[in-house]
Antibody
Framework: EVQLVQSGAEVKKPGESLKISCKGSGYSFTSYWIGWVRQMPGKGLEWMGIIYPGDSDTRYSPSFQGQVTISADKSISTAYLQWSSLKASDTAMYYC????????????WGQGTLVTVSS | EIVLTQSPGTLSLSPGERATLSCRASQSVSSSYLAWYQQKPGQAPRLLIYGASSRATGIPDRFSGSGSGTDFTLTISRLEPEDFAVYYCQQYGSSPSTFGQGTRLEIK
């Protein structure tokens, strides 16, 4: 069974750093792209970027380029989304999801990680 | 980037009725690379349709997708109580992939 299990909710202060994770199981982790999607409170879905764990090829939406870093450790089948300096506007639910190729849809989703940034 | 505009913003219907949701793209979506998702409160989105008209595994046949180019439609033939949710379209033919702003389907 394919599963994407994300790390737990985080509460951080502005300026702090954060790295959240998404662990894949039940399939060949290095053969599928993993995408990250943001959902701010009460708002819609926003595509942030994707990574191919097989070779770490990474692509970002221009809206998120330079704001976050997407990475992966194929040895432990885990993808990451990280911030070096959080802002209150980063408060959101973040989902990872698996896509079949570099341009694709998302059938398998993680359960989401809620990130709250507040002083 | 391609902007997807969904209409209406909110659709109020009764169980048993037919729902028609629209997704319009600011430029042509290549190869009909368009997907539809359903999201209920507190849940991750659920894939309904990909490739504009292919139903995802396990999706009831009351859900259907159509369209090409810049105009796409999600149709729910007979609404069931569990269908009331928010629906999003996504284009994945051009980078960056983008989502529409969503249509809320509510019980009338």
């Amino acid at each position: 069974e394919v599963q994407l299990v994300q790390s737990g909710a985080e509460v951080k202060k502005p300026g702090e750093s954060l790295k959240i994770s998404c662990k894949g199981s039940g399939y060949s982790f290095t053969s599928y792209w993993i995408g990250w999607v943001r959902q701010m409170p009460g708002k819609g879905l926003e595509w942030m970027g994707i990574i191919y764990p097989g070779d770490s090829d990474t692509r970002y939406s221009p809206s998120f380029q330079g704001q976050v870093t997407i990475s992966a450790d194929k040895s432990i089948s885990t993808a990451y989304l990280q911030w070096s300096s959080l802002k209150a506007s980063d408060t959101a639910m973040y989902y990872c999801a698996r896509q079949p190729h570099s341009s694709g849809w998302y059938y398998y989703w993680g359960q989401g990680t809620l990130v709250t940034v507040s002083s | 980037e391609i902007v997807l505009t969904q209409s209406p913003g909110t659709l109020s219907l009764s169980p048993g009725e037919r729902a028609t949701l629209s997704c319009r793209a600011s430029q042509s979506v290549s190869s009909s690379y368009l997907a539809w998702y359903q999201q209920k409160p507190g849940q991750a989105p659920r894939l309904l349709i990909y490739g504009a008209s292919s139903r995802a595994t396990g999706i009831p046949d009351r859900f259907s997708g159509s369209g090409s180019g810049t105009d796409f439609t999600l149709t729910i033939s007979r609404l069931e109580p569990e269908d009331f949710a928010v629906y999003y379209c996504q284009q994945y033919g051009s980078s960056p992939s983008t989502f529409g702003q969503g249509t809320r389907l509510e019980i009338k």
